[in-house]
C-alpha cells in the first residue's frame, strides 16, 4: 500500500530502506550496549565488589553508557562500511541530520537499556530477554520501513510517545523531499529527555531495592 504509490520517489531513493536499518541498528546496539555491560557484571558476579568500592550509582551510569557509545560505534561503524561496499551507499549523505539521529536514537537505546537493567535488578536475571525483546516491540510504531499514518488510528497515537517514529518521520522527510525538520528532531529530544530521566529514576529505584534486601551478592549465572 505504501510502496505502490511512492515508486518514483523510492527510485530516486535507492538508500531508503539501507538507511532505515542502519539508524534501526544505532538504537538496538545503544541499548543492547547498556544491557549487556551491566548483565556482565552480573554474570561474573562482580556487582558486590562495585558497591565496596567508593563507585557512586550515577558514575555506575556513566560507564554503562560510555559502553554503549563504543558498542555502537564499533557496531554500527562496520555495517556502514558494507553497505557502502556492498551497495555503494553512504549514510553520511544525510548530513548535519546524520548526527540528530544518531544522538536520539542512542538517548532512546540508554533509556530502555537502564529500564531494563533496573527490572533485572528488581526481579533477577530471568527478566534478561526483555533486553533482546524490548525493542522489537517498539519496532512496529516506529515506522522503520514505512510512514506512521499508514497504521491505524490506535497504533499511531501509541507512535506520538515513541522517540524513534519521529526520527524515522524525519529521516524520510530528508531522502524524499530534501529537507530536515526541527519539528520531528525537537520532539524525539524532548520525550527521549523524559524516558532518560524516567530511566535513571528506575535504576536508582531498583538497586536501592536490591541493596535493602541484600541482592547484589546473590545475582548470578
Same mark, same amino acid.
Given at each position: 500500500?505504501? !510502496?505502490?504509490?511512492?515508486?518514483?520517489?523510492?527510485?530516486?531513493?535507492?538508500? $531508503?530502506? *539501507?538507511?532505515?536499518? &542502519?539508524?534501526?541498528?544505532?538504537?538496538?546496539?545503544?541499548?543492547?550496549?547498556?544491557?549487556?555491560?551491566?548483565?556482565? @557484571?552480573?554474570?561474573?558476579?562482580?556487582?558486590?565488589? &562495585?558497591?565496596?568500592?567508593?563507585?557512586?550509582?550515577? @558514575?555506575?551510569i556513566a560507564?554503562?553508557?560510555?559502553?554503549?557509545?563504543?558498542?555502537?560505534?564499533?557496531?554500527?561503524?562496520?555495517?556502514?562500511?558494507?553497505?557502502?561496499?556492498?551497495?555503494?551507499?553512504?549514510?553520511?549523505?544525510?548530513?548535519?541530520?546524520?548526527?540528530?539521529?544518531?544522538?536520539? !536514537? !542512542?538517548?532512546?537505546?540508554?533509556? =530502555?537499556? &537502564?529500564?531494563?537493567?533496573?527490572?533485572?535488578?528488581?526481579?533477577?536475571?530471568?527478566?534478561?530477554?526483555?533486553?533482546?525483546?524490548? *525493542?522489537?516491540?517498539?519496532?512496529?510504531?516506529?515506522?522503520?520501513?514505512?510512514? *506512521?499514518?499508514?497504521?491505524p488510528g490506535?497504533?499511531?497515537? =501509541?507512535?506520538?510517545?515513541?522517540?524513534?517514529s519521529y526520527?524515522? @518521520?524525519?529521516?524520510?522527510?530528508?531522502? =524524499?523531499?530534501?529537507?530536515?525538520? &526541527?519539528?520531528?528532531?525537537?520532539?524525539?529530544?524532548?520525550?527521549?529527555?523524559?524516558?532518560?530521566?524516567?530511566?535513571?529514576?528506575? $535504576?536508582?529505584?531498583?538497586?536501592?531495592?536490591?541493596?535493602?534486601?541484600?541482592?547484589?551478592?546473590?545475582?548470578?549465572?
Open positions: 500500500l505504501y !510502496l505502490a504509490p511512492t515508486h518514483n520517489v523510492l527510485r530516486d531513493a535507492p538508500g $531508503f530502506f *539501507i538507511g532505515a536499518v &542502519l539508524l534501526w541498528d544505532v538504537l538496538f546496539r545503544g541499548q543492547l550496549g547498556v544491557s549487556l555491560t551491566f548483565f556482565e @557484571e552480573l554474570y561474573a558476579r562482580n556487582l558486590g565488589n &562495585l558497591f565496596v568500592s567508593p563507585l557512586r550509582p550515577w @558514575e555506575l560507564g554503562q553508557l560510555t559502553m554503549s557509545v563504543i558498542r555502537t560505534l564499533v557496531g554500527v561503524g562496520g555495517a556502514v562500511f558494507f553497505a557502502w561496499l556492498l551497495f555503494e551507499y553512504s549514510i553520511f549523505g544525510l548530513g548535519f541530520a546524520l548526527v540528530a539521529f544518531f544522538v536520539n !536514537l !542512542l538517548i532512546t537505546g540508554w533509556a =530502555i537499556g &537502564l529500564m531494563v537493567s533496573g527490572m533485572v535488578l528488581r526481579w533477577g536475571l530471568g527478566a534478561e530477554e526483555l533486553a533482546w525483546a524490548a *525493542i522489537f516491540l517498539l519496532a512496529p510504531v516506529s515506522g522503520v520501513y514505512y510512514p *506512521i499514518g499508514v497504521l490506535w497504533l499511531q497515537v =501509541i507512535a506520538a510517545g515513541v522517540p524513534a526520527v524515522f @518521520e524525519g529521516m524520510r522527510a530528508v531522502l =524524499i523531499g530534501g529537507r530536515f525538520d &526541527l519539528g520531528y528532531f525537537w520532539t524525539a529530544l524532548a520525550i527521549n529527555a523524559i524516558y532518560l530521566i524516567f530511566g535513571c529514576l528506575a $535504576f536508582f529505584a531498583a538497586l536501592r531495592y536490591a541493596r535493602n534486601h541484600g541482592m547484589l551478592l546473590q545475582m548470578g549465572e
